[in-house]
């Protein structure tokens, strides 16, 4: 179990399928767990994340997974897949515009150390 969480807690959390109104949620936890001066994907900010995120989401939805306490808040995600050489076309097809298009428009941001 880890460090800080209560045993209650662990039993209490709900897994459910991830929904679009998560992703938010998704995000947040995501960058507070991994900021961007630990990952290359979250250099690029959370609009990015949000897409890749949510682009992987829908390549296998029944892979992505959202953990809820009892209150109903989002504690824990995870996404995967059954075919990593589908998802890898995938995501390169939805980013190889959205991506340069991003970053000349601002929606993604690079930030450095």
Known sequence: MPDGL???????????PLRAEDLDAVVDLHLRYRPADTTMLTRFGPRFVRDLIAGIAAADPE???VGRDGAGRIVAYA????????????????????????????RYRVTFG
Do not use: H, W
């Open 79 to 106: 996404l995967g897949t059954t075919d990593y050489a589908r998802l890898r076309r995938r995501l390169l097809r939805r980013f190889l515009i959205r991506f340069p298009l991003g970053l000349l428009t601002g």
């Open 63 to 65: 892979l992505a997974l």
């Open 6 to 16: 209560p045993a209650e807690g662990v039993a209490a959390t709900r897994i459910s």
